[in-house]
């Protein structure tokens, strides 16, 4: 496979997300003209410099997104 093809295997996402993969909330802050990027996954709770009260977990923004009628794992 050449270099050029290997874009398709998502190779770079596990800079991210991990390996084995896992569910992370990436948070983008931008800092003097350029994005830096913070991950957040399951068991730890989000940090916003524009909100720094807010208060909100990994999982909770997670089971937001299961549908109502399938049980959670």
Not at 46 to 70: D, I, N, W
């Amino acid at each position: 496979m050449s270099e050029r093809d290997t874009s398709a295997l998502g190779l770079g996402g596990t800079r991210y997300i991990g390996r084995p993969k896992q569910p992370t909330i990436s948070v983008y802050t931008l800092v003097e003209g350029e994005y830096q990027v913070s991950l957040f996954r399951a068991g730890e709770t989000l940090k916003s410099a524009l909100f720094p009260k807010l208060v909100l977990s990994a999982e909770a923004v997670f089971s937001a997104g299961q549908p109502r009628y399938l049980p959670t794992k």
